[in-house]
């Protein structure tokens, strides 16, 4: 008797399986490993972006992993994505063109979130949504330098970003905006993730052409005290929070540190070798440390108490 009431407690607590799409993102893969390893089930879903090196890591897992499978998806092909969430309790959502942003990207990606947001309504499992989007979703307008605080309520102006050609910040604005729309139309239980700039193992080979995108403009977002970075690791961390918990909801702004100081600038500069190097009039530059406006209460709110 006893032995049938712990295989049904076990039960009680056995892990319901989720959907990471696009797992060969390097934020997705990095959610895709955290999620295996607090016992999760996992489908993971790879667009089509050819054999790079985290999409063999993946095939690989799939042959040591029981809990962990593996399927491709397009985004635009709205029942592949279907198929992709069969069984699946939440979907978090990555979506990172490999190859960078240009004009051309943005009805793509935009397309896109519609599609997967849209999908999720239309699954009978799916009870929360993830969606990653980014800080540059927030912080381009024309007026940024000349406010205190931005936050969760803050979005970046569209125009300005065509304007300027801030394509990657006008793809996470819009794709972001057009997955809240659905959600909200099709009450979705759904969360978003503004990341900072990513930094972690092996990124300027591994991600290349996204964390360029973002560091379009980085001059002015860090001399408006806008340019924020986050670790990997923590932020999957985070995504794994915000679906657990119960209480989440809105936008949450993720990041570690806010760069606004020379010596901060150098460090970035180093961690993104070869892919950047440091600005000549950095180097000449006086100590001026410029004024944080970034705010994130709510990410300190659901961490609170970990110590990483």
């Given at each position: 008797?006893?032995?049938?009431?712990?295989?049904?407690?076990?039960?009680?607590?056995?892990?319901?399986?989720?959907?990471?799409?696009d797992?060969?993102?390097?934020?997705?893969?990095?959610?895709?490993?955290?999620?295996?390893?607090?016992?999760?089930?996992?489908?993971?879903?790879?667009?089509?972006?050819?054999?790079?090196?985290?999409?063999?890591?993946i095939?690989?897992m799939?042959?040591?992993?029981?809990?962990l499978?593996?399927?491709?998806?397009?985004?635009l092909?709205?029942?592949?994505?279907?198929?992709?969430?069969?069984?699946?309790?939440?979907?978090?959502?990555?979506?990172?063109?490999?190859?960078?942003?240009?004009?051309?990207?943005?009805?793509l990606?935009?397309?896109?979130?519609?599609n997967?947001?849209?999908?999720?309504?239309?699954?009978?499992?799916i009870?929360?949504?993830?969606f990653?989007?980014?800080?540059?979703?927030?912080?381009w307008?024309?007026?940024?330098c000349?406010?205190?605080?931005?936050?969760?309520?803050?979005?970046?102006d569209?125009?300005?970003?065509?304007?300027?050609?801030?394509?990657?910040?006008?793809?996470?604005?819009?794709s972001?905006?057009?997955?809240?729309?659905?959600?909200?139309?099709r009450?979705?239980n759904?969360?978003?993730?503004?990341?900072?700039?990513?930094?972690?193992?092996?990124?300027?080979?591994?991600?290349p052409?996204?964390?360029?995108?973002?560091?379009?403009?980085?001059?002015?977002?860090?001399?408006?005290?806008?340019?924020?970075i986050?670790?990997?690791?923590?932020?999957?961390d985070?995504n794994?929070?915000a679906f657990?918990?119960?209480?989440?909801?809105?936008?949450?702004?993720?990041?570690?540190?806010?760069?606004?100081?020379?010596?901060?600038?150098?460090?970035?500069?180093?961690?993104l070798?070869?892919?950047?190097?440091?600005?000549?009039?950095?180097?000449?530059?006086?100590?001026?440390?410029?004024?944080?406006?970034?705010?994130?209460k709510?990410?300190?709110?659901?961490?609170?108490?970990?110590?990483?």
């Amino acid at each position: 008797m006893k032995e049938i009431e712990a295989r049904s407690e076990d039960m009680d607590h056995e892990k319901p399986t989720v959907c990471v799409l696009d797992a060969s993102t390097y934020v997705g893969f990095w959610i895709l490993k955290g999620l295996l390893s607090k016992g999760y089930t996992v489908h993971a879903a790879i667009q089509k972006n050819g054999e790079t090196e985290i999409v063999k890591k993946i095939r690989d897992m799939e042959t040591i992993e029981e809990r962990l499978m593996v399927s491709t998806v397009d985004v635009l092909d709205y029942h592949s994505i279907l198929e992709a969430l069969k069984g699946s309790f939440a979907l978090f959502c990555c979506l990172d063109c490999q190859d960078g942003y240009d004009d051309k990207m943005v009805d793509l990606e935009v397309r896109g979130a519609i599609n997967v947001v849209e999908a999720c309504a239309q699954t009978e499992t799916i009870e929360k949504i993830v969606f990653n989007s980014s800080l540059t979703a927030a912080i381009w307008r024309e007026n940024i330098c000349s406010e205190k605080d931005v936050d969760e309520r803050s979005w970046s102006d569209k125009e300005f970003c065509r304007k300027k050609k801030l394509w990657y910040a006008l793809v996470k604005t819009l794709s972001e905006q057009a997955a809240w729309a659905l959600a909200m139309d099709r009450m979705l239980n759904m969360v978003s993730i503004n990341a900072g700039l990513v930094l972690g193992p092996a990124i300027a080979q591994k991600n290349p052409q996204v964390t360029m995108s973002y560091l379009q403009g980085a001059a002015q977002m860090y001399e408006n005290g806008v340019l924020a970075i986050v670790d990997v690791k923590f932020l999957a961390d985070v995504n794994i929070r915000a679906f657990e918990d119960r209480s989440t909801c809105g936008r949450y702004f993720c990041f570690n540190k806010i760069v606004n100081s020379e010596q901060e600038a150098v460090k970035l500069a180093e961690s993104l070798s070869p892919l950047i190097s440091l600005p000549p009039r950095y180097e000449c530059q006086g100590r001026e440390v410029y004024a944080e406006k970034l705010r994130n209460k709510k990410l300190n709110k659901l961490v609170e108490g970990t110590v990483y």
